[in-house]
T-cell receptor, first 116, second 112 residues
Protein backbone atom coordinates (compact mmCIF):
# COMPACT_ATOMS: atom_id res chain seq x y z
CA UNK A 1 0.00 0.00 0.00
CA UNK A 2 1.11 3.52 -0.67
CA UNK A 3 2.24 5.56 2.31
CA UNK A 4 3.49 9.04 3.00
CA UNK A 5 5.76 9.79 5.93
CA UNK A 6 6.44 13.18 7.42
CA UNK A 7 8.98 12.37 10.15
CA UNK A 8 8.73 15.70 11.94
CA UNK A 9 5.50 16.33 13.80
CA UNK A 10 6.52 19.81 14.94
CA UNK A 11 9.31 22.13 13.82
CA UNK A 12 10.22 25.48 15.33
CA UNK A 13 12.37 28.01 13.50
CA UNK A 14 13.26 31.66 13.99
CA UNK A 15 11.97 34.21 11.55
CA UNK A 16 14.48 34.67 8.75
CA UNK A 17 15.97 31.21 9.19
CA UNK A 18 15.89 28.59 6.46
CA UNK A 19 13.38 25.75 6.54
CA UNK A 20 13.28 22.19 5.30
CA UNK A 21 10.27 19.92 5.87
CA UNK A 22 10.80 16.27 5.09
CA UNK A 23 8.53 13.92 3.18
CA UNK A 24 9.12 10.32 2.14
CA UNK A 25 6.78 8.06 0.24
CA UNK A 26 6.55 4.41 -0.63
CA UNK A 27 5.39 3.57 -4.11
CA UNK A 28 7.00 1.56 -6.91
CA UNK A 29 6.64 4.08 -9.71
CA UNK A 30 6.95 7.84 -9.82
CA UNK A 31 3.93 9.31 -8.12
CA UNK A 32 2.47 12.76 -8.31
CA UNK A 33 3.75 14.78 -5.36
CA UNK A 34 2.25 17.75 -3.59
CA UNK A 35 2.72 20.03 -0.65
CA UNK A 36 -0.27 21.72 0.95
CA UNK A 37 -0.43 24.33 3.70
CA UNK A 38 -3.23 24.71 6.22
CA UNK A 39 -3.44 27.88 8.27
CA UNK A 40 -5.46 27.72 11.50
CA UNK A 41 -9.17 27.42 10.80
CA UNK A 42 -8.61 27.30 7.07
CA UNK A 43 -8.73 24.74 4.29
CA UNK A 44 -5.73 23.28 2.53
CA UNK A 45 -3.96 25.41 -0.05
CA UNK A 46 -1.73 23.91 -2.72
CA UNK A 47 1.85 25.18 -2.42
CA UNK A 48 3.42 23.23 -5.26
CA UNK A 49 3.30 19.99 -7.20
CA UNK A 50 5.50 17.66 -9.18
CA UNK A 51 4.51 15.10 -11.78
CA UNK A 52 7.29 15.18 -14.37
CA UNK A 53 10.19 17.21 -15.68
CA UNK A 54 12.57 19.29 -13.60
CA UNK A 55 12.90 17.71 -10.17
CA UNK A 56 13.18 21.09 -8.47
CA UNK A 57 9.80 22.77 -8.45
CA UNK A 58 8.91 26.27 -7.41
CA UNK A 59 5.71 27.09 -5.62
CA UNK A 60 3.84 29.98 -4.14
CA UNK A 61 4.99 32.06 -1.17
CA UNK A 62 8.66 31.45 -1.95
CA UNK A 63 8.59 27.69 -1.34
CA UNK A 64 10.38 25.08 -3.42
CA UNK A 65 10.62 21.31 -3.27
CA UNK A 66 12.98 18.76 -4.74
CA UNK A 67 12.00 15.29 -5.91
CA UNK A 68 14.74 12.73 -5.27
CA UNK A 69 13.81 9.41 -6.78
CA UNK A 70 16.71 7.53 -5.18
CA UNK A 71 15.57 8.60 -1.73
CA UNK A 72 11.81 8.51 -2.40
CA UNK A 73 11.69 12.01 -0.99
CA UNK A 74 10.04 15.30 -1.77
CA UNK A 75 11.31 17.79 0.79
CA UNK A 76 9.94 21.30 1.05
CA UNK A 77 12.31 24.23 1.49
CA UNK A 78 12.23 27.95 2.02
CA UNK A 79 15.38 30.06 2.34
CA UNK A 80 13.94 32.61 4.77
CA UNK A 81 10.85 31.96 6.85
CA UNK A 82 8.32 34.68 7.64
CA UNK A 83 6.09 34.71 10.71
CA UNK A 84 3.08 34.25 8.42
CA UNK A 85 4.44 30.84 7.37
CA UNK A 86 3.41 29.37 10.72
CA UNK A 87 0.89 26.67 9.77
CA UNK A 88 0.41 22.94 9.26
CA UNK A 89 2.11 21.49 6.19
CA UNK A 90 0.96 18.33 4.45
CA UNK A 91 2.79 16.24 1.91
CA UNK A 92 0.57 14.21 -0.43
CA UNK A 93 1.13 11.52 -3.02
CA UNK A 94 -1.14 10.75 -5.94
CA UNK A 95 -1.09 7.62 -8.04
CA UNK A 96 -1.55 7.62 -11.80
CA UNK A 97 -4.35 5.24 -12.66
CA UNK A 98 -4.86 6.69 -16.10
CA UNK A 99 -8.14 8.27 -15.07
CA UNK A 100 -9.64 10.31 -12.29
CA UNK A 101 -10.37 7.20 -10.25
CA UNK A 102 -7.45 7.59 -7.89
CA UNK A 103 -6.86 9.49 -4.70
CA UNK A 104 -4.27 11.47 -2.82
CA UNK A 105 -2.59 9.94 0.20
CA UNK A 106 -1.66 12.48 2.83
CA UNK A 107 1.08 12.48 5.41
CA UNK A 108 0.17 13.26 8.99
CA UNK A 109 1.39 16.82 8.72
CA UNK A 110 4.20 18.93 10.18
CA UNK A 111 3.28 21.87 12.37
CA UNK A 112 5.58 24.85 11.83
CA UNK A 113 6.06 27.41 14.59
CA UNK A 114 7.96 30.59 13.79
CA UNK A 115 9.66 32.58 16.54
CA UNK A 116 9.93 36.33 16.05
CA UNK B 1 -14.87 33.59 -7.45
CA UNK B 2 -13.94 30.12 -8.65
CA UNK B 3 -13.79 27.86 -5.66
CA UNK B 4 -15.02 24.95 -3.62
CA UNK B 5 -17.55 26.21 -1.12
CA UNK B 6 -18.92 24.34 1.87
CA UNK B 7 -21.83 25.14 4.13
CA UNK B 8 -22.13 25.50 6.99
CA UNK B 9 -18.69 26.47 8.28
CA UNK B 10 -19.58 25.51 11.84
CA UNK B 11 -22.13 22.99 13.03
CA UNK B 12 -22.88 22.24 16.68
CA UNK B 13 -25.48 19.58 17.35
CA UNK B 14 -26.59 17.04 19.90
CA UNK B 15 -25.94 13.34 19.80
CA UNK B 16 -28.56 11.43 17.89
CA UNK B 17 -29.44 14.25 15.53
CA UNK B 18 -29.25 14.09 11.74
CA UNK B 19 -27.34 16.78 9.85
CA UNK B 20 -26.15 17.59 6.34
CA UNK B 21 -23.14 19.40 4.94
CA UNK B 22 -23.22 20.81 1.44
CA UNK B 23 -20.42 21.31 -1.06
CA UNK B 24 -20.39 23.05 -4.41
CA UNK B 25 -17.57 23.65 -6.88
CA UNK B 26 -17.64 25.95 -9.89
CA UNK B 27 -14.30 24.80 -11.28
CA UNK B 28 -15.77 22.39 -13.81
CA UNK B 29 -14.08 19.44 -12.09
CA UNK B 30 -15.43 15.93 -12.62
CA UNK B 31 -14.38 14.39 -9.31
CA UNK B 32 -15.29 15.42 -5.79
CA UNK B 33 -14.27 14.07 -2.39
CA UNK B 34 -15.12 14.14 1.28
CA UNK B 35 -12.25 14.00 3.75
CA UNK B 36 -12.42 13.88 7.53
CA UNK B 37 -9.73 15.62 9.57
CA UNK B 38 -9.50 14.46 13.15
CA UNK B 39 -8.21 16.33 16.18
CA UNK B 40 -4.64 15.27 15.33
CA UNK B 41 -5.00 16.80 11.86
CA UNK B 42 -4.96 13.41 10.12
CA UNK B 43 -6.81 13.55 6.79
CA UNK B 44 -8.80 10.45 5.96
CA UNK B 45 -10.66 9.99 2.72
CA UNK B 46 -14.32 9.06 3.09
CA UNK B 47 -15.94 9.19 -0.32
CA UNK B 48 -15.26 10.11 -3.90
CA UNK B 49 -17.66 10.80 -6.75
CA UNK B 50 -16.84 11.06 -10.43
CA UNK B 51 -19.57 12.57 -12.57
CA UNK B 52 -22.22 11.74 -9.96
CA UNK B 53 -21.01 8.14 -9.65
CA UNK B 54 -19.64 6.84 -6.34
CA UNK B 55 -16.13 5.51 -6.94
CA UNK B 56 -14.48 5.48 -3.52
CA UNK B 57 -16.28 4.42 -0.38
CA UNK B 58 -13.85 3.90 2.47
CA UNK B 59 -14.66 2.10 5.68
CA UNK B 60 -17.15 4.63 6.90
CA UNK B 61 -20.20 3.88 9.09
CA UNK B 62 -23.34 3.64 7.01
CA UNK B 63 -24.74 6.52 9.06
CA UNK B 64 -22.77 8.63 6.56
CA UNK B 65 -24.44 8.92 3.17
CA UNK B 66 -23.06 11.06 0.36
CA UNK B 67 -25.22 12.36 -2.45
CA UNK B 68 -24.19 13.99 -5.69
CA UNK B 69 -27.14 15.52 -7.55
CA UNK B 70 -24.81 16.74 -10.30
CA UNK B 71 -21.08 16.85 -10.83
CA UNK B 72 -20.79 20.30 -9.26
CA UNK B 73 -22.38 19.28 -5.95
CA UNK B 74 -21.54 16.71 -3.31
CA UNK B 75 -23.46 16.63 -0.06
CA UNK B 76 -22.87 14.58 3.07
CA UNK B 77 -25.72 13.49 5.29
CA UNK B 78 -25.01 12.04 8.71
CA UNK B 79 -27.63 10.16 10.71
CA UNK B 80 -27.67 9.54 14.45
CA UNK B 81 -24.65 11.68 15.18
CA UNK B 82 -22.14 10.40 17.74
CA UNK B 83 -19.49 12.17 19.79
CA UNK B 84 -16.78 10.55 17.67
CA UNK B 85 -18.12 12.25 14.56
CA UNK B 86 -16.77 15.55 15.85
CA UNK B 87 -14.14 16.63 13.32
CA UNK B 88 -13.51 18.97 10.44
CA UNK B 89 -14.98 17.73 7.18
CA UNK B 90 -13.38 18.90 3.95
CA UNK B 91 -14.79 18.78 0.48
CA UNK B 92 -12.34 18.74 -2.42
CA UNK B 93 -12.48 18.52 -6.18
CA UNK B 94 -10.11 17.72 -9.02
CA UNK B 95 -9.85 17.18 -12.72
CA UNK B 96 -7.18 14.53 -12.22
CA UNK B 97 -4.66 13.43 -9.55
CA UNK B 98 -1.71 15.02 -11.33
CA UNK B 99 -3.25 18.45 -10.81
CA UNK B 100 -3.89 18.05 -7.10
CA UNK B 101 -7.09 18.85 -5.29
CA UNK B 102 -8.82 22.13 -4.56
CA UNK B 103 -10.20 22.10 -1.04
CA UNK B 104 -13.11 23.86 0.55
CA UNK B 105 -12.54 25.75 3.79
CA UNK B 106 -14.02 22.96 5.87
CA UNK B 107 -17.00 22.35 8.14
CA UNK B 108 -16.22 22.04 11.83
CA UNK B 109 -18.74 19.61 13.28
CA UNK B 110 -19.08 19.43 17.05
CA UNK B 111 -21.35 16.81 18.56
CA UNK B 112 -22.31 17.42 22.19
Amino acid sequence: AQSVTQPDIHITVSEGASLELRCNYSYGATPYLFWYVQSPGQGLQLLLKYFSGDTLVQGIKGFEAEFKRSQSSFNLRKPSVHWSDAAEYFCAVGIDRGSTLGRLYFGRGTQLTVWP
Amino acid sequence: DTAVSQTPKYLVTQMGNDKSIKCEQNLGHDTMYWYKQDSKKFLKIMFSYNNKELIINETVPNRFSPKSPDKAHLNLHINSLELGDSAVYFCASTTGEKYGYTFGSGTRLTVV
